[in-house]
């Protein structure tokens, strides 16, 4: 279908300009143009600011910068952190993710199919939420966890400390190794089970049929996932900073935020710190690929595949043990406390008529400022940047699919670019772009909606992309045929038919969108507070009962729209389209 | 065919933010030079005012209620701590763009950067004469409005009996693992540990480094922190947070240290770019006046005003050891001073 699409428009295109000879090259390619520019301006105009900050402009220009940023032991101790963080998720994420794809895809546990969706919803809470969550669970002495345990062995301290590099690993690793996890589960429903079977006909045990037939037909998804997991990992700044900073630990985003928030603010050191990291994920991506298109085995074939559930026998109760265990530390019990904290009158007291309460709920979302504020923001900012990043993501897989554009194939590049690029590194490249002429937008919540188009629109170009390859051409030539312009086409025929698929990107968009954290914190000034702000604010004040009143909401207004996303794809969570954050 | 298209688009955006910045540029009208030219209607026809604070917002939103209601004139208030709100003030005047018509900030330091940087506006306060001469700019750019001394908070339950009762105790065997200090990424917590240092020696500070204190990013959180028990002990930066927790009923109690108490000064500036610089005035007196002092005062903070009176409860100021910073010295040595604290306790300072 691809193929025929250029061909297609080139032979539409002298009909066409016979019927209707002014007004279509314009209009087509104003917009076309404004999207392309648009993008540059957005993507490009920024990491060209990173490049040209580590450089030390528009100040001076000098090595210095980079020299600084290589050599300060803070900046050394803050890599080493970086990379032990991205090891240890990386990990964990095979060691939890792996067991659970198994048990979910191919076993005959009972309630795989709630552990499959708890996973679903671990992955679309904002993983700073997750981290609060977790503070107040695993406090070293006061957290919940720790109490009880405490009361249970009369232990004078807690025993388990989550401010700690292992803390900080197993909570951003309960979040990311759900890309392991998909992955695999994907990857083992397509395994044909005659495969197995013939394995087995061979006289392989069951074991071995696991190891020698499944495990390596399923490797590549296994440390692809593994590395998407390391990869975003890296990025995470909420999680870093929350459960990081007590712990005195420094990550390569917590650095670079706190060399622009103290004063004077160091932009070179911040960029060159910024290129470093995006090397480092460049570096990731980059292997992922290669490891992927190396070691590609393909299974599926023109049929339909037959995948067989094993019997586990007694081992079925283990394997559902580990499974729930998992579930309940990564969505059960940080959900639960956020919920509860959220309704009690004070989290510390136990729970009981008397200490349940809605007043936090109030303030959340209807009296205090600075909350009711991020809200109305955070809706305005999701709406606009997802309205945003369709129109972009469609031009972009337009020009990509329907015409023979010179460049067409960078732009698609461009526009996928930020899915590597972490948060607060956008950040970086969007404030030094756009703090001065010749679009002075810093301090307004324009900056907001780039940075937001900016991060997202890779999610709304792939969408768009993939409903854009499931529409044959021909229908776009027969409306031209007849005497439609080319916007008329695109309003008759194109539009509606991927209407769906438009609907699905701009939800994939607003939901990171919504809650967007580590870019914004470094953007967002008085009066453009958003809900993620307002949460990091008010913890920063102790107000944990409000902030948990927030993060439910938060979740709440995330998890609807997931469902409705989950709902209009008509696929189930393991399509692997599932949205990415900070 | 793009190119073109794109340098129009260009040229427009282009010719739209000089607009813009001229704009910018026309609003900044000088406003009043001193309290007494305060024009009420030019105040109240701008409509509201922007205030960036590290002020906690409970006393802000106790001081600009019967502003806002008194004047009609709006608050809109940033709060973070002082090297945020010192940081988006830079980074706004950087940009051309300033949002903000009062700062505040409880680190003389960074009122001092921005005076140098020709950021703050002379402005004579009709509070000068309430204020001690060495707690407001000669040049009228900054003034104090309080004054925020450290503490020893402790658990009233665990230790009630035998709190630390001096610096010195703090970094005792006895608190390994149970004391809590603050200090935000950015550093925020520095001025008053070098304070400490600068004081009473460097061992000290190091003493209670070797306990493994646990960090948090803000005061308010130490004061939550021993208030659940997470620890027993807390250097606290800030005096009025352990006397409204002590007051809520809450199970803590805090002393002062005989030997002398880091004192932090905080003080309040208007902005040479405020683009409301009548409602800024206006706001500065009702902030620096006996009306907003005594709601800082009902916060738990002490004024820097000698006409107003100490928290209810709370140890007189005079009566008090002050230890006090040489800010120029601390704004100079920043870096240097930054790196050494990051060596003692690790992790992030911003330095």
Redesign the interface.
């Known amino acids: 279908m691809q193929v025929i699409a250029p061909a297609g428009t080139a032979r539409g295109a002298p009909a066409i300009a016979a019927a209707a000879p002014t007004g279509r090259f314009g209009l087509e390619r104003i917009l076309l143009g404004l999207g392309v520019a648009l993008l540059l301006l957005l993507v490009g105009y920024p990491l060209l600011w990173l490049l040209l900050g580590a450089l030390g402009l528009p100040q001076s220009i000098g090595l210095e910068h980079l020299a600084r940023a290589f050599t300060r032991p803070q900046n050394y101790a803050a890599l080493v952190n970086t990379l032990e963080l991205a090891l240890g998720t990386g990990l964990m994420s095979v060691a939890i993710g792996v067991p659970l794809a198994w048990a979910t895809a191919r076993s005959d546990m009972p309630l795989r199919q709630l552990v499959h969706v708890l996973v679903a919803l671990s992955y679309i809470t904002p993983p700073y939420l997750t981290a609060l969550a977790y503070i107040i669970l695993f406090g070293p002495d006061a957290g919940q966890f720790n109490r009880l345990l405490r009361a249970l062995f009369g232990l004078t301290s807690g025993p388990i400390n989550v401010f700690s590099m292992s803390g900080v690993i197993f909570v951003i690793g309960i979040h990311v190794f759900a890309f392991t996890y998909f992955l695999t589960y994907t990857a083992l429903k397509a395994v044909d089970a005659s495969l197995e079977e013939s394995a087995q006909m061979l006289g392989a045990k069951r074991w071995q049929t696991v190891l020698r037939i499944n495990l390596p037909l399923v490797a590549p998804a296994i440390t692809g996932g593994a590395l998407l997991s390391a990869i975003d990992s890296l990025a995470l700044f909420g999680p870093q900073a929350i459960i990081g900073t007590p712990a005195q630990i420094v990550f390569l985003p917590t650095r670079i935020y706190a060399t622009i928030g103290s004063y004077p603010p160091r932009w070179g050191e911040a960029s060159a710190l910024s290129l470093l990291l995006v090397a480092l994920t460049v570096a990731g991506l980059a292997l992922q690929r290669g490891y992927l298109e190396q070691r590609s085995y393909v299974t599926v074939g023109g049929r339909g595949v037959r995948t067989r559930r094993l019997e586990h026998g007694l081992w079925r109760w283990p394997l559902t043990g580990f499974c729930l265990s998992v579930v309940f530390f990564s969505a059960v019990a940080p959900i639960g406390v956020l919920t509860l904290t959220a309704f009690s009158n004070s989290w510390i007291e136990p729970l009981s008529a008397s200490n349940i309460t809605l007043a936090h709920f109030q303030a959340a979302l209807f009296t205090d400022q600075v909350s009711v504020r991020g809200i109305i923001n955070s809706f305005k900012l999701a709406t606009a940047a997802a309205a945003v990043a369709v129109a972009l993501g469609a031009i972009v897989a337009y020009l990509d699919l329907r015409t023979t554009l010179w460049g067409r194939r960078l732009l698609d590049y461009l526009a996928i670019l930020p899915l590597g690029l972490p948060g607060t590194v956008m950040a970086v490249g969007i404030l030094l772009a756009f703090i001065r002429f010749p679009l002075p937008i810093y301090g307004t919540i324009w900056i907001l909606l780039a940075a937001y188009v900016a991060r997202f629109v890779p999610l709304a170009t792939r969408s768009a992309n993939a409903s854009f390859r499931q529409i044959d051409p021909a229908l776009e030539e027969a409306g031209r045929i007849t005497g439609a312009s080319w916007w008329l086409t695109m309003r008759r025929v194109l539009f509606p038919l991927a209407r769906p698929g438009l609907l699905v990107a701009f939800l994939l968009v607003f939901i990171p969108a919504f809650s967007e954290l580590s870019a914004t914190i470094l953007l967002y000034a008085g009066g453009t507070e958003t809900i993620a702000i307002a949460i990091y604010r008010l913890n920063d004040l102790g107000q944990l009962e409000v902030v948990s009143a927030l993060a439910v909401f938060t979740i709440g207004v995330v998890l609807s729209l997931a469902l409705l996303v989950n709902w209009l794809s008509g696929s189930s969570w393991a399509s692997g389209e599932t949205p990415i954050r900070g | 065919?793009?190119i073109a298209?794109?340098s129009m688009?260009?040229g427009v955006?282009?010719s739209c933010?000089v607009t813009?910045?001229r704009r910018q540029a026309k609003a900044q009208a000088a406003g009043p030079e001193d309290a007494a030219q305060i024009d009420l209607e030019k105040a109240k026809a701008e409509g509201k005012v922007?205030?960036?604070t590290s002020l906690?917002?409970q006393i802000v939103?106790a001081i600009n209620a019967p502003f806002t209601q008194k004047y009609g004139i709006a608050v809109?208030?940033?709060?973070?701590?002082s090297?945020?709100v010192?940081?988006?003030v830079?980074?706004?005047a950087?940009?051309?763009?300033p949002?903000?018509d009062v700062v505040d900030a409880s680190d003389l330091a960074?009122l001092l950067?921005m005076k140098e940087r020709k950021l703050l506006k002379p402005f004579k306060s009709a509070a000068a004469a309430a204020v001690a001469s060495n707690l407001r700019d000669p040049d009228s750019t900054w003034i104090t409005d309080r004054l925020t001394q450290a503490v020893i908070q402790y658990n009233s339950k665990e230790l009630g009996s035998a709190p630390p009762k001096t610096w010195a105790d703090l970094g005792k065997a006895a608190l390994n693992?149970r004391l809590v200090y603050f200090s935000?990424?950015?550093?925020d917590g520095a001025p008053r540990i070098y304070t400490l240092a600068k004081h009473l020696g460097w061992d000290v500070v190091k003493a209670m480094a070797a306990t493994k204190p646990?960090?948090?990013?803000?005061p308010?959180?130490i004061?939550?922190?021993l208030?659940?028990?997470?620890?027993i002990a807390g250097f606290l930066q800030n005096d009025n947070i352990a006397w409204r927790s002590k007051r809520q009923g809450k199970p803590t109690d805090y002393l002062f240290p005989a030997e002398g108490v880091p004192t932090e000064i905080g003080a309040c500036g208007l902005l040479a770019s405020s683009p409301r610089p009548h409602a800024a005035a206006l706001y500065h007196e009702w902030w620096m006046g006996p009306e907003g002092q005594a709601l800082l005062v009902k916060g738990g903070k002490y004024s820097s005003r000698t006409d107003v009176a100490p928290p209810e409860g709370s140890t007189p100021l005079s009566e008090l050891k002050l230890l006090m910073l040489d800010y120029a010295e601390y704004k100079r040595d920043k870096t240097k001073i930054?790196d050494q604290i990051?060596d003692i306790?690790?992790?992030?300072?911003?330095?």
Do not use: C, H
């Open positions: 065919m793009p298209r794109r688009i260009k955006v282009a933010a813009l910045l922007v205030l960036y906690d917002t939103d809109q208030y940033f709060r973070g701590g090297s945020d010192t940081s988006k830079l980074a706004e950087d940009a051309g763009r949002q903000a960074a950067l693992g935000s990424a950015n550093g646990l960090r948090v990013q803000t308010q959180i004061t939550q922190v208030e659940r028990g997470e620890r930054l990051a306790f690790g992790g992030e300072w911003g330095n």
